[in-house]
């Protein structure tokens, strides 16, 4: 790799003083390696083999769920990523740095053992605790997703020499300015950026200080295995969970309730449609902070009665195999993973134009597309697709095609490819 030289992992630059601490977050160092707890002697250099041969990589997250939302698209891909990475090959770990919560709670159901620093994301301690992981665990890769992380993992690295991966999952058109100066000054300590989309990758160009070539687009994927649409009995179970009467059409939407997701324009549509086509039913799936003010928009617009808040659906194939229509709203975004999971399962597509979206969509092939905050638009798309079945099936079949390019087990090799370019750029 190109720019400064860097010290050999686990040795602090020569122009740095580094005592690397103990760290005094109980059960970490059971968790994670319990053969050199309490152990005060320096870390040695570690080949790129590693010591059992794998390429150990942490990564490191913010946070598990976003308020009140008991998971987001980034733990989602934790859980899809760990156990299809080569295991002879790689060591993974998941590290968070806020304290244990509802949404790593859910992490351990999914199989998933994240250790938790109980730190706050400005928190001064967050980089001994991660020094002190470091000496432990000897990684090659600090693997990086969000905003403080992405610091964190930088200073760490520039004291260690352990490569630092950061992961831009987003399109965030409210950047802090704290960020962009933080991102200026580390971005010499920066080895690869990942990003998941291309128009995330020029968002890293112009506002995280990434040159374009230290950029990787790896685009998201599903589990594409675990979205085939289910038998009829499936089906007509959960249209009774959620109080849709047989043969009436359904549009619906399955993501966060937050700004981002642009649930506040699908509720606007739909009192649009309603007055056209009084029969349709609306499902809005997942949790937020947002869900009671999205209920108090439905009863103000009058559809509170059209207008199933499913809440947080784990079975999400089920959900999805009741929408004759999958919306997707956002006003900004990576690429989510459930359009990778409406595509698979076959799903009629009517979306906003919005940054990856945009790159996985195609007009009028595989989807309808409407610019973001459009009410009226989505509205039309929504129409003209129950009105003319026909489109709706053309859509559908092409989308459940390309959903083949999006395996998150292609998503899992590019990943492996990156580690080992970062390591065999060491």
Request: aromatic share 6%.
């Given at each position: 790799?190109?720019?400064?030289?860097?010290?050999?992992?686990?040795?602090?630059?020569?122009?740095?003083?580094?005592?690397?601490?103990?760290?005094?977050?109980?059960?970490?160092?059971?968790?994670?390696?319990?053969?050199?707890?309490?152990s005060r002697r320096s870390v040695s250099p570690v080949s790129a083999a590693g010591r059992d041969g794998r390429i150990?990589?942490?990564?490191?997250?913010?946070?598990?769920?976003?308020?009140?939302?008991?998971?987001?698209?980034?733990?989602?891909?934790?859980?899809?990523?760990?156990?299809?990475?080569?295991?002879?090959?790689?060591?993974?770990?998941?590290?968070?740095?806020?304290?244990?919560?509802?949404?790593?709670?859910?992490?351990?159901?999914?199989?998933?053992?994240?250790?938790?620093l109980g730190r706050g994301p400005f928190h001064p301690a967050v980089v001994t605790d991660l020094l002190a992981l470091v000496r432990a665990e000897r990684p090659h890769v600090l693997h990086a997703h969000g905003y403080a992380t992405?610091?964190?993992?930088?200073?760490?690295?520039?004291?260690?020499?352990?490569?630092?991966l950061i992961h831009e999952h987003t399109s965030f058109p409210s950047i802090p300015f704290y960020q962009r100066a933080i991102d200026r000054a580390l971005a010499g300590r920066?080895?690869?950026?990942?990003?998941?989309?291309?128009?995330?990758?020029?968002f890293m160009v112009r506002y995280r200080s990434l040159p374009a070539e230290k950029i990787r687009v790896v685009y998201n994927g599903a589990?594409?295995?675990?979205?085939?649409?289910?038998?009829?009995?499936?089906?007509?179970?959960?249209?009774?969970?959620?109080?849709?009467?047989?043969?009436?059409?359904?549009?619906?939407?399955?993501?966060?309730?937050?700004?981002?997701?642009?649930m506040t324009y699908l509720l606007q549509a739909a009192a649009r449609i309603l007055r056209r086509r009084p029969d349709v039913r609306f499902v809005l799936a997942g949790d937020?902070?947002?869900?009671?003010?999205?209920?108090?928009?439905?009863?103000?617009?009058?559809?509170?009665?059209?207008?199933?808040?499913?809440?947080?659906?784990?079975?999400?194939?089920?959900?999805?195999?009741?929408?004759?229509?999958?919306?997707?709203?956002s006003i900004y975004e990576g690429t989510p993973l459930t359009v990778f999971e409406a595509m698979a399962m076959g799903r009629v597509i009517a979306s906003t134009t919005v940054d990856g979206l945009a790159e996985v969509l195609r007009h009028r092939e595989n989807a309808l597309l409407v610019p973001p905050r459009d009410p009226d638009a989505l509205a039309g798309a929504v129409l003209e697709l129950l009105a003319d079945p026909g489109l709706a099936g053309r859509l559908a079949a092409q989308a459940a095609a390309d959903s083949r390019r999006y395996d998150v087990s292609r998503t899992v090799r590019e990943l492996e490819a990156v580690y080992e370019e970062l390591v065999g750029g060491g």
């Open positions: 790799m190109g720019g400064p030289s860097r010290p050999e992992p686990g040795r602090a630059d020569a122009n740095h003083s580094v005592r690397i601490p103990r760290l005094r977050r109980a059960g970490v160092f059971r968790r994670l390696d319990p053969h050199v707890r309490g150990k990589v942490l990564h490191l997250c913010d946070k598990f769920g976003i308020r009140e939302s008991r998971t987001h698209g980034v733990s989602r891909l934790f859980t899809w990523w760990f156990p299809r990475f080569d295991r002879s090959r790689y060591d993974v770990r998941l590290v968070g740095i806020r304290p244990e919560d509802g949404a790593s709670a859910h992490l351990r159901t999914q199989g998933l053992d994240p250790v938790c992405s610091n964190y993992a930088r200073i760490v690295g520039a004291l260690t020499g352990v490569r630092v920066t080895d690869l950026g990942v990003a998941v989309s291309d128009s995330t990758r020029d589990p594409l295995e675990e979205f085939i649409p289910p038998g009829l009995e499936r089906v007509r179970a959960e249209r009774a969970r959620l109080g849709l009467r047989e043969g009436e059409p359904v549009v619906g939407a399955v993501g966060r309730m937050d700004e981002q997701k642009g937020g902070h947002l869900l009671e003010r999205h209920r108090e928009e439905a009863r103000a617009l009058g559809i509170a009665e059209r207008t199933v808040f499913a809440g947080f659906c784990e079975d999400v194939p089920a959900l999805q195999s009741v929408l004759d229509i999958q919306a997707f709203p």
